[in-house]
């Protein structure tokens, strides 16, 4: 199975939170970009975090201090953990797997609930 499969997603309260885990066994891991996207309803879907085959990590400006991405190129995962969520990171997550000039690989996502 190429696609990643997402986990972790649930329901959490303001101040709380999550990890979520990305599995991409069916694809060269290590050699593609992983990244972490979300899409609230009504709104586009936009880049969360990404840590780049090189090694480099990068965050959305909203998520920096708050999020922190990591992977593991033997188990082929990679992983968001979300501290401090707020309402406004309610969104459903998806898993990115990039690699140019291929095609993007998305996770089909889960979904993250911030409410009291």
């Known amino acids: 199975q190429v696609q990643p499969v997402e986990s972790g997603g649930g329901m959490v309260q303001p101040g709380g939170s999550l990890r979520l885990s990305c599995e991409a066994p069916?694809?060269?891991?290590?050699?593609?970009?992983m990244g972490w996207y979300r899409q609230a309803p009504g709104k586009r879907r936009e880049l969360v975090a990404v840590f780049t085959s090189e090694g480099s990590t990068h965050y959305a400006d909203s998520v920096k201090g708050r999020f922190s991405i990591s992977r593991d190129n033997d188990k082929k995962a990679v992983y968001l953990q979300m501290n401090s969520l707020n309402t406004e990171d309610t969104a459903v997550y998806f898993c990115n797997a990039n690699r140019p000039p291929y095609n993007d690989i998305w996770g089909q996502g889960t979904q993250v609930t911030v409410s009291s």
């Open positions: 069916g694809i060269i891991f290590s050699l593609y970009n």
